[in-house]
């Protein structure tokens, strides 16, 4: 009969605690996908993470539920070596995406690995699990990009809703044509449906979004061809004025009706309506007594 050996492991990598964490379980395709690593040192001690050899010291398992194991691009994150004061924690952050595939639809499931030197170990994490889904198509545009000396090429610019939880939000997100690239997926903030949002293209190709985020509050968000925001401002109604996107025929394209909004100046004093209960206790009585 063969004996089983099980050498236990070194009590100082039990002693270091290595924490996953997901800012959410559930996000658009191609949008970033943040992981926060926390590694606490409770060895009593300081350790060194990695080696002189630069290895990489987090490293990550990451499936595709059903589907098995996803490989990262270029060997995944690297990270210099780190010495963590006994006692110590850190936390690092890293945008799953830039070095796996996560674009398809479907459940996925990810868990940290850290490289413990002195004894050539890896200590892993918990597992978190999250799902990749996609928006409603809410509007689309093609712009073409020309660049000296290259054909003509073209992105696709599109608006897409999103039901997070209790809420809707609004994303955007840019895909080349040719190559089916995605430039970028991101949210542009919260979005009330009582309306439909406004988007259109200016002179330039920006994107120009417009649309209800709260009680009579629109957000107008103007984002370049390669996806980088440009500009932010709220709008707000003013009295019976509702703003909304005008289109010149110059191309240029501005907010017309309502006002900016001004976080800093006070709110106005609504109009108070009272009830024939709330009458000083000392008015006279014009009541005509019951006959």
């Known amino acids: 009969m063969m004996a089983v050996i099980f050498v236990a492991a070194p009590r100082a990598v039990a002693q270091l605690q290595v924490t996953l964490e997901l800012n959410r379980d559930r996000y658009v395709a191609f949008e970033p996908i943040q992981v926060t690593v926390t590694i606490a040192n409770r060895a009593g001690k300081d350790v060194i993470l990695g080696d002189a050899s630069g290895r990489n010291w987090l490293s990550f398992n990451v499936d595709r539920i059903g589907e098995g194991s996803i490989l990262a691009h270029g060997g995944g994150p690297r990270l210099r070596p780190h010495v963590l004061g006994r006692g110590e924690s850190i936390r690092e952050t890293i945008s799953l995406g830039r070095f796996y595939p996560l674009g398809g639809l479907g459940n996925y499931s990810v868990r940290a690995n850290v490289y413990f030197s002195e004894f050539g170990q890896h200590l ?43 809420k809707m939000t609004l994303y955007v997100r840019i895909r080349e044509e ?114």
């Open 124 to 166: 892993v994490s918990n597992v978190r699990s999250f799902a990749v889904t996609d928006g409603s198509l809410l509007w689309k545009d093609k712009i073409g990009i020309n660049k000296p000396g290259e054909p003509t090429s073209y992105r696709e610019m599109s608006l897409l809703s999103f039901q997070e939880d209790d």
């Open 178 to 291: 040719r190559t089916g690239r995605v430039l970028a997926t991101y949210t542009i903030g919260r979005l009330v449906l009582q309306q439909e949002p406004q988007a259109t293209l200016d002179g330039d190709s920006n994107l120009h979004a417009f649309f209800l985020t709260g009680p009579k509050m629109y957000r107008h968000i103007v984002i370049d061809p390669d996806g980088k925001k440009l500009a932010e401002e709220v709008f707000e109604t003013q009295n019976n004025s509702v703003p909304e996107l005008k289109i010149a025929q110059s191309g240029a394209v501005r907010v017309a009706g309502g006002r900016l909004y001004d976080p800093s100046k006070p709110e106005e004093p609504q109009e108070v309506v009272r009830r024939l209960t709330d009458r000083p206790a000392d008015a006279p009585n014009d009541e005509v007594p019951a006959q």
